[in-house]
């Protein structure tokens, strides 16, 4: 009994018939169904099923501590940003100041084009710093929170690379670097542009990585309200004044983007992240993010698939001295249900295979997806839990002589 399921590159090893093994692991924590999916389990009620319906038409709620993804809506649609986009300037700043190539007390030029395209002549977001003023990258922090200010976003861009599009670039570069794969940056303020996109699942992981990565700074996204220039303002995130627990993160409106917002919020040790894009005022904003987090605290609950260490699955190798190795998560796998709900979980191995010799311990090979119903609930990479070296001539031989059969009956089948 392996995991093998289906075999070949760019297949997926599936949970089911063909991966009992993992299927039992699964089973021994959530509960096999009669069907070979997951079930729930006696602690969980099989009844009202777990609905949210949303107006707002890019969504995405989620739990960082699990990467449990709680609802979903368009949530791989490119879409702008606006100000939204300077959460990316923020990590950039904060990943330079952590490698040493940037201070707090470093200041930074506010330029007549930074002045006249940002600040108080733009009539836009800005935190109304003086022009050719020296401002502290502490204090143009805080203005990019606060006051979502434009003039602080572009005075960083210009004094780290020269001007928009270049710095556009290196955000874009520093994105990719920290996983987020389908969002791209023309420049640090998030201002409409047409190669300015992003998903909301990216900004997601965006707010979880600066969660995670800065606890130092994350604080700043609490801050109520800025004083500069003998000016000051509150803060816009409307869910810091709710009573959700809301310590983060960021708002943006255009008017083709719609309103957005990017909110983190804590109860009972437990945090969710909310993002949404494309609301039509301010109000269906704050309203739909306050709903959506009030029933992810509400409604959900924590299961542990497998403990820290434990067996997740065994995928095929390709001339290895064992035909399989066993994988494991980077931890205590964990998911979150919806408390009452009559959704089955179904799971699978997705990896490249087979897998050739020889594997280290560690090794990346593959991920573990969990759905719930048809909303993928998880997504957790998987890595060899031992060496496996190169086997024998005769042993590859073999398998080479098993993956040209099993080529030959694919490409056939294929064809049909």
């Given at each position: 009994m392996r995991t093998t399921g289906q075999r070949g590159r760019g297949r997926t090893a599936l949970f089911g018939l063909a991966a009992l093994l993992a299927i039992g692991a699964l089973t021994a924590a959530v509960g096999l169904g009669s069907d070979g999916g997951l079930a729930a389990t006696p602690g969980m009620t099989a009844g009202k099923k777990a609905e949210?319906?949303?107006?707002?038409?890019?969504?995405?709620?989620?739990?960082?501590?699990?990467?449990?993804?709680?609802?979903?809506?368009?949530?791989?649609?490119?879409?702008?940003?606006?100000?939204?986009?300077?959460?990316?300037?923020?990590?950039?700043?904060?990943?330079?100041?952590?490698?040493?190539?940037?201070?707090?007390?470093?200041?930074?030029?506010?330029?007549?084009?930074?002045?006249?395209?940002?600040?108080?002549?733009?009539?836009?977001?800005?935190?109304?710093?003086?022009?050719?003023?020296?401002?502290?990258?502490?204090?143009?922090?805080?203005?990019?929170?606060?006051?979502?200010?434009n003039d602080a976003c572009m005075a960083i861009a210009e004094g780290l690379a020269g001007n928009e599009a270049a710095f556009g670039q290196m955000l874009t570069k520093r994105a990719r670097a920290i996983g987020l794969e389908h969002s791209k940056f023309t420049n640090s303020t998030g201002y409409s542009d047409p190669g300015l996109r992003v998903t909301v699942r990216d900004l997601a992981e965006l707010a979880r990585y600066i969660i995670k990565t800065y606890p130092d700074f994350y604080g700043y996204f609490g801050q109520r309200d800025f004083t500069w220039n003998k000016i000051n303002q509150q803060n816009r995130n409307p869910l810091l004044g709710m009573g959700l627990g809301a310590d983060g993160l960021k708002t943006g409106e255009t008017a083709e983007a719609g309103f957005g917002l990017i909110g983190s919020a804590v109860q009972d040790e437990l945090r969710l992240i909310v993002v949404l894009v494309g609301a039509k005022s301010d109000k269906e904003r704050a309203e739909e993010a306050r709903k959506l987090l009030e029933w992810g605290f509400r409604d959900f609950e924590t299961r542990v698939l497998f403990a820290k260490g434990q067996t997740v699955g065994e995928v095929k190798v390709f001339g290895g001295a064992n035909s399989y190795v066993p994988l494991v998560g980077p931890g205590m796998v964990r998911v979150m249900l919806p408390r009452d709900s009559d959704e089955r979980l179904s799971a699978r191995i997705v990896y490249t295979g087979p897998v050739p010799a020889p594997v280290v311990k560690g090794q990346p090979i593959g991920k573990l997806e969990v759905r719930r119903g048809d909303s993928l609930a998880l997504e957790v990479p998987l890595r060899a839990a031992e060496d496996d070296g190169r086997g024998s001539m005769s042993k590859r031989a073999m398998d080479a002589v098993t993956e040209l059969m099993i080529g030959l009956f694919r490409a056939g089948v294929d064809r049909l």
């Open positions: 949210f319906q949303t107006s707002v038409p890019n969504v995405i709620l989620l739990d960082p501590g699990s990467d449990s993804i709680l609802f979903e809506k368009n949530a791989d649609q490119p879409v702008e940003p606006a100000s939204l986009a300077k959460l990316m300037t923020l990590e950039f700043v904060f990943h330079q100041i952590k490698e040493g190539k940037l201070k707090l007390t470093d200041q930074f030029t506010i330029s007549e084009n930074a002045w006249r395209k940002g600040g108080a002549p733009s009539h836009g977001s800005t935190m109304f710093a003086a022009i050719h003023s020296q401002v502290s990258v502490d204090d143009l922090i805080r203005g990019i929170i606060v006051d979502s200010a």
